[in-house]
């Protein structure tokens, strides 16, 4: 289980870490940075899959996301003026996942200058490292990369490995150690749902040629073969759950020459309604069931408001299936609603669990800093340095 995330320089984050739970919601008003973390999460997915510095270049370059403020706000909050300092280290963004297993910090920066290169502004990977635990200590650390160079031990002293990375590939692509792919794989199979399509256009409204679907896309576009995998697979019960949302309600997801379409029979209806039928909230809502249901359980999952378009009525059912749904997968889930989580705490109580996290971020001086964090309450991170 993860329980510490870890972000630096990136955006509003100029150095925060959180406490994860089995569910974790972030919080907060608009620009307080609650999308800045969730897109951090999404850089460490990346990491996984080879693709972080691709990206970067997606949300514009390292420029465009590093934070922008001085690397000090001491002098700030004491009531001087803000202001640019000569900067007493490199250019730096770091991102960190700490766990009871493997744990994983990135650290990027520029080129070195001079460089004969159009493309001087790409960020490079400086450095990253792989250890046992939730903080890094040296005797915990299994894997180091220092710029091309990575290194790799067991219990005895580090071992350089026969294999030079290029400044955009992660030492998580080398094959010298089965721990290092176990992480990379880790990482990888991270989901994101943030754009479940519902508009007239929406694929997930017209009939779709279906194949066992064993988590749901990321648009929701697979949503009635993904719904059948999960009737046929038989491990979670999703006609109880579409009970819990819709009384009385039962769910057919018709095949016809390989089309598969959703259709929801309702009490006082002649007729299923077809997915093209749904309201908005409705098909929402069982694309959350599909995406929550999944057979194919991945570590982490990240839901960015899961309450938009959902009448309030529909925000117990989903508390209740975000509270299922974390028995074999971590969420983190970024809302607005005070209903949702009032009902998040009664659902994981009722379940006898007590691995709810509340993250509560707010702006100082352009900084998002998490609500009542202090010394003591602030998970234990260890960054190292460059060296």
């Known amino acids: 289980?993860?329980?510490?995330?870890?972000?630096?320089?990136?955006?509003?984050?100029?150095?925060?870490?959180?406490?994860?739970?089995?569910?974790?919601?972030?919080?907060?008003?608009?620009?307080?940075?609650?999308?800045?973390?969730?897109?951090?999460?999404?850089?460490?997915?990346?990491?996984?899959?080879?693709?972080?510095?691709?990206?970067?270049?997606?949300?514009?370059?390292?420029?465009?996301?590093?934070?922008?403020?001085?690397?000090?706000?001491?002098?700030?909050?004491?009531?001087?003026?803000?202001?640019?300092?000569?900067?007493?280290?490199?250019?730096?963004?770091?991102?960190?996942?700490?766990?009871?297993?493997l744990s994983y910090l990135a650290d990027l920066g520029l080129p070195?200058?001079?460089?004969?290169?159009?493309?001087?502004?790409?960020?490079?990977?400086?450095?990253?490292?792989?250890?046992?635990?939730p903080v890094k200590r040296p005797a915990t650390d299994i894997a180091r990369r220092r710029n091309h160079v990575v290194e790799v031990r067991d219990d005895g002293p580090w071992t350089a490995v026969d294999e030079t990375l290029a400044t955009h590939q992660s030492l998580l692509s080398v094959a010298a150690a089965p721990e290092l792919r176990t992480l990379r794989d880790e990482l990888g199979r991270w989901r994101f749902y943030d754009a479940l399509r519902t508009d007239p256009d929406s694929p997930a409204r017209r009939p779709q040629v279906g194949t066992r679907t064993w988590a749901l896309h990321h648009d929701g576009r697979d949503l009635a073969p993904a719904l059948r995998t999960i009737e046929e697979h038989g491990r979670a019960d999703l006609a109880g759950f579409v009970g819990d949302a819709f009384d009385g309600a039962t769910l057919q997801v018709r095949v016809a020459d390989g089309l598969f379409d959703v259709a929801l029979q309702q009490p006082g209806m002649l007729r299923p309604l077809r997915a093209a039928e749904l309201s908005d909230g409705t098909l929402k809502y069982l694309m959350w069931l599909a995406a929550l249901l999944a057979p194919d359980r991945p570590p982490l999952v990240a839901l960015n408001e899961p309450e938009n378009s959902l009448h309030p009525s529909l925000l117990g059912p989903l508390a209740r299936l975000v509270t299922e749904a974390s028995r074999d997968t971590q969420v983190v889930l970024v809302s607005h609603s005070t209903q949702l989580v009032s009902h998040l705490r009664?659902?994981?109580?009722?379940?006898?669990?007590?691995?709810?996290?509340?993250?509560?971020?707010?702006?100082?001086?352009?900084?998002?800093?998490?609500?009542?964090?202090?010394?003591?309450?602030?998970?234990?991170?260890?960054?190292?340095?460059?060296?």
């Not at 990206?55 to 002098?75: I, N, T």
């Not at 070195?112 to 635990?133: C, N, Q, Y």
């Open 1 to 101: 289980m993860y329980t510490t995330l870890a972000v630096a320089g990136y955006r509003s984050l100029r150095d925060v870490r959180i406490r994860l739970g089995a569910v974790t919601v972030v919080r907060g008003v608009n620009g307080s940075g609650k999308s800045n973390l969730y897109k951090a999460l999404r850089l460490l997915a990346a990491c996984g899959r080879d693709r972080l510095i691709g990206s970067l270049a997606l949300e514009g370059g390292l420029d465009s996301v590093l934070w922008a403020g001085p690397e000090s706000l001491a002098g700030a909050r004491r009531g001087h003026p803000v202001q640019g300092t000569v900067r007493g280290g490199p250019v730096s963004l770091r991102l960190g996942i700490g766990g009871d297993g």
């Open 112 to 133: 070195r200058p001079g460089l004969a290169t159009a493309f001087s502004r790409d960020p490079e990977i400086k450095r990253e490292s792989v250890w046992f635990g």
């Open 346 to 387: 009664g659902a994981m109580a009722d379940s006898g669990r007590d691995d709810l996290e509340l993250v509560s971020l707010t702006k100082d001086l352009g900084e998002t800093v998490v609500e009542g964090q202090g010394l003591l309450t602030t998970p234990p991170w260890e960054w190292g340095s460059r060296g």
